[in-house]
């Protein structure tokens, strides 16, 4: 199975801060790549597509990237409402693999 | 509007049955495939594996020997059985849609395994 390291695991940061979590895939899934966000109690919600790609409706302070085996989720200019865990997913091969979980939260 | 719905029961007895539905509307499964994902409190999601728009089936390995997908699609209905229920198999259960550029979800179904 394809291991995805994601890191850190919690981030504590500050309003309108820019900050950025990582995945790492352990093979080759070119860019399926999803990153998701989920708040308490909700089901999660897609943020990324093909690991650079904005899903409909998410406010352009989300940004995806990828280096090598490495891929980012940044988001410029922190808000409240942002505060929740983030999750990446590769979906290349089965079976599709999470990341282990980024809490973002309020330093 | 397409959307899915979790439903089956909240508590299952250790070694027992689980069976679930997602209910969906909006969309045919002829033409979009649903996947079923669970998430443990507290912890990450796992993917458990999808119903194909033909048909089709894939799973998860690591749940593959206890795990069926079927679906109806007169009924609109895609179900999922697990057998053998432990309880780290507690958890939130829920069906999904995903398209290439958009996601849909079901609320979920909390589960728990408990004599």
């Known amino acids: 199975d394809i291991q995805m390291t994601q890191s850190p695991s919690s981030l504590p940061a500050s309003l309108g801060d820019r900050v950025t979590i990582t995945c790492r895939a352990s093979q080759d899934i070119g860019n399926y790549l999803r990153w998701f966000q989920q708040k308490p109690g909700k089901s999660p919600r897609l943020m990324i597509y093909?690991?650079?790609n904005l899903a409909a409706g998410v406010p352009s302070r989300f940004s995806g990237s990828r280096s090598g085996s490495d891929y980012s989720l940044t988001i410029n200019s922190l808000e409240s409402e942002d505060m929740a865990i983030y999750y990446c997913l590769q979906h290349n091969e089965y079976p599709f693999t999470f990341g282990s979980g980024t809490k973002l939260e309020i330093k | 509007q397409v959307q899915l719905k979790e439903s089956g029961p909240g508590l299952v007895q250790p070694s027992e049955t689980l069976s679930l539905t997602c209910t969906v509307s909006g969309f045919s499964l002829t033409s979009y495939s649903v996947s079923w994902v669970r998430q443990p409190s507290g912890k990450g999601p796992e993917w458990m594996g999808r119903m194909w728009y033909d048909g089709d089936t894939a799973y998860n390995s690591a749940l593959k020997s206890r795990l069926s997908i079927s679906r109806d699609t007169s009924k609109n209905q895609v179900f999922l059985k697990m057998n053998s229920l432990q309880t780290d198999d507690t958890g939130t259960y829920y069906c999904?849609?995903?398209?290439?550029?958009?996601?849909?979800w079901g609320q979920g179904v909390m589960v728990t395994v408990s004599s």
């Open positions: 999904t849609r995903w398209d290439y550029d958009f996601d849909y």
């Open positions: 093909g690991a650079t």
